[in-house]
């Protein structure tokens, strides 16, 4: 789920106060480039001819379509998903193109798990990529998957399981090479980031040497450090990037030592010229919080 950085303040951005709170290196990332099209959808949810109108969990959603786009959105705040119907398997929100780059960073992956399968943008993604990765969605709302089957192309023949993240985690067996979480609602998330049950069996699901990223839509700084704080817990090595004028903040979690920096940016710059992205733009934006004692 994408969501619009708030109204500025005085305040600076949560990620970047708890960044000072770790006395953490960072740098100055280059403006998020955005194709103006997408943009201009995604900023006017109103714009567009309606194609569904229902609720979810006692919140409004519609999924709506202007030109080659289609997208799905809660309320006048976020959007959930947008895809565009030239090119279904493309990423057209930027933190979705930013998560790609754990894949990157894992090109052996062979099983993946995607807490949060929304409309089935990385499972459209990876199967044209990525064919041979395995992959296993999980998705808590029955609406969002029939949505996705009808308006969204979801690919036939997945691994999906309709319930929550933390019921399937407690009953799965299977290590995963790869773990995506991206379980908000609308601009909220579910309870179980604030517990730290849940970050210990997102560790019981990856391989040892395997790699877990988190969007996050922190509030404030204070939320942002009880996240990290329950984290580090059962991970040793995590990494932020912040998304560049949006409140989605992306942590990238290991159990053993990342690359290092030239690693990551020759990583990205293969994944970028062999699949068309943009994953070196990202890597300027990396931040490492340091190993605790």
Known sequence: MLAEKPPKTNRRPAHANCLNTFAIWTRTAEPASLNLSVSDAISNHQQGRLLFSGSDLGMPIQ?????????????????????????PASLTIPYTEAMVLAAALKPDAQQMLNLGCGVGSFERY?????????????????????LAKRWFLLPENLRLYNCAAEEFLKQE??????????????????????????????KQALQPSGLLVINVLPRDNDQLLRWLLLIRDPF?????????????????????????????????????????????????SLVRLPVPP
């Open 63 to 87: 999924v709506r379509q202007w030109q080659q786009l289609r997208w799905l959105h809660f309320d006048q705040h976020s959007i959930e998903a947008c895809i565009d119907l030239d090119s």
């Open 126 to 146: 990876f199967n044209h990529q990525l064919p041979q990765l395995s992959i296993t969605s999980v998705e808590a709302s029955a609406l969002i998957i029939d």
């Open 173 to 202: 067996r299977q290590r995963y090479d790869l773990i995506f979480c991206d379980i908000h609602i609308a601009d909220g998330h579910p309870n179980c980031l604030d517990t730290l049950q849940f970050y210990r069996h997102l």
């Open 236 to 284: 040793t090595h995590l990494m932020l990037l912040p998304i560049d004028n949006k409140q989605n903040c992306l942590i990238f979690c290991f159990d053993q030592s990342p690359p290092d920096d030239l690693e990551i940016i020759e990583r990205a710059s293969q994944w970028d010229s062999r699949y068309g992205s943009n994953l070196l733009h990202h890597c300027d």
